[in-house]
């Protein structure tokens, strides 16, 4: 792939990859254009009425990449950088990501520009209302279906629900055109967990690719929110330690190993890792890339591993919690240090795996249990990630070979459908 060191406009980064496996396929020139750019991207406006009395008006966005195998399918982003490109390349990620699953699902990604922390639960519930309403004509439990993602959750998603129920509904609950509900309210059991855990899984696939046994591996874990947190949790579920974890605030670091479980209480409380009592050290955010270990899982956002720290890593395994944390350059210095990169689209799929089985329940009101939801993600991963590995082994990276991989899972459909 050519590595532009400059290159951190996510969605051109996107094309880059979808380009470097179109060329390594010897895929007709259509496939490559096709999936270049998102069918449809719907920017809306959305008022809100402010505690105070007052009006403001947020951006928002729905992208819907791609629809060949099947609805759209992709999270929401709340978050004050989101940009048109951001959500471009994050439905674009969504349908090789859904393609890797073999879910008959294309991808799609939404986006609004805003910081949560500075709105009131009332305002929150007002905004997610909004953005549900605007997004109202393109979205739908056969068309497209949203889920959480970065700073949204399962109580925004029963908002969601509420709202384009009374608006599509006539006296009905849609359930099934959100995922990622609250079990109480239609979700699906180990849905929560089902990122975090999936990037556990993934890293212990890579560990025992590399003929090695988790016990004993050092795992760190850049981001503690919903994928960092369950992802840490899993890795030392699996027999690894983990020695370091960061959030936006600061980095934690204990040689022995943090006590996940008590971690994840200090934040349910502190809404941040900072002051956990059971570190060794805390340390500057960034210093998280200067842990030796043996894993590195970064599940905080885009663009993390950079040309400026990839140096700095020192792991056997990189396993990619977040989506496009590694930018192109950054890719080649830790290939070129024989680093086993485990890519998004693999790596954190087990979210959107999950998300699917919800739908299927939903459609058929009959619910699965949290052992049988877990056991059929694992399942559908490691298989994944074993066809990969196959077409791995043929001479490409791993991220390479995800892409090659799900790129003809899109591509026939297209072909089939006569859009080629
Ligand atoms: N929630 C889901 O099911 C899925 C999420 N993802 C991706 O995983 C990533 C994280 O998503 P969530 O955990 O849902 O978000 P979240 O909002 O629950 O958590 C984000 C975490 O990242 C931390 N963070 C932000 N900037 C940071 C920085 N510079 N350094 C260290 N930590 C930082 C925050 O403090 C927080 O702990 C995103 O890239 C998202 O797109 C991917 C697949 C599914
Ligand atoms: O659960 C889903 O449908 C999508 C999750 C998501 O946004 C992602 O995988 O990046």
């Not at 975090?196 to 591996?217: C, D, I, N, P, R």
């Not at 605030?249 to 809404?271: F, R």
């Not at 990839?310 to 240090?337: Q, R």
Request: hydrophobic content about 40%; charged content about 25%.
């Amino acid at each position: 792939m050519p590595t532009n060191e400059k290159e951190r406009n996510p969605f051109k980064i996107a094309q880059m990859q979808l380009k470097a496996a179109c060329d390594a396929l010897g895929e007709d020139e259509s496939v490559y254009l096709l999936l270049s750019e998102p069918e449809r991207v719907l920017k809306v406006s959305i008022p809100v009425k402010m505690d105070d009395g007052s009006s403001k008006m947020f951006t928002g966005y729905r992208v819907q990449h791609n629809d060949a195998p099947g609805p759209c399918k992709g999270g929401v982003r709340f978050h004050p950088n989101v940009t048109e490109d951001e959500v471009k390349a994050l439905a674009t990620w969504m349908t090789f990501k859904c393609g890797v699953m073999n879910l008959p699902y294309g991808g799609a990604k939404g986006g609004v520009v805003v910081d949560p922390n500075e709105l009131s639960q009332g305002e929150l519930e007002r905004l997610a209302r909004g953005y549900a309403k605007a997004i109202t004509p393109i979205i739908g439990e056969r068309r497209d279906i949203p889920a959480p993602d970065v700073n949204t959750n399962g109580q925004i998603m029963v908002w969601m629900t509420d709202e384009y129920s009374k608006l599509r509904g006539v006296g009905q609950t849609l359930m099934a055109t959100f995922t990622g509900k609250p079990v109480e309210f239609g979700g699906c059991h180990a849905r929560r967990e089902a990122t975090g855990y999936g990037v556990a899984l993934m890293a212990k696939e890579a560990v025992k690719y590399k003929g090695l046994e988790m016990k004993g591996q050092r795992s760190v874990v850049q981001g503690f929110g919903n994928v960092g947190s369950y992802a840490a949790l899993y890795l030392e579920e699996l027999g690894s330690k983990v020695i370091a974890v960061s959030d936006v605030n600061c980095c934690l670091y204990h040689p022995d190993g943090l006590d996940i479980k008590a971690l994840m209480k200090h934040t349910e409380q502190n809404k941040t890792i900072k002051g956990f009592a059971g570190a060794a050290k805390e340390m500057d955010r960034e210093d998280v890339f200067k842990v030796e270990c043996d894993i590195f899982a970064p599940c905080a956002l885009e663009n993390a591993i950079t040309v400026d720290n990839a140096d700095d890593i020192k792991a056997k395994i990189i396993c990619e919690g977040a989506n496009g944390p590694t930018t192109p350059a950054a890719e080649k210095v830790l290939l070129d240090k024989g680093i086993f990169i485990v890519p998004d689209i693999l790596a954190n799929a087990g979210g959107v795996t999950v998300s699917y089985f919800e739908w299927v329940q939903n459609l058929h009101s009959f619910y699965w249990t949290f052992d049988e939801v877990q056991q059929k993600q694992e399942a559908k991963m490691i298989d994944s990630f074993n066809q990969i590995v196959e077409i791995m082994e043929k001479g490409y990276d791993m991220r390479t070979a995800a892409y090659m991989f799900s790129i003809k899972r899109i591509a026939t459909p297209m072909r089939l459908r006569g859009w080629f």
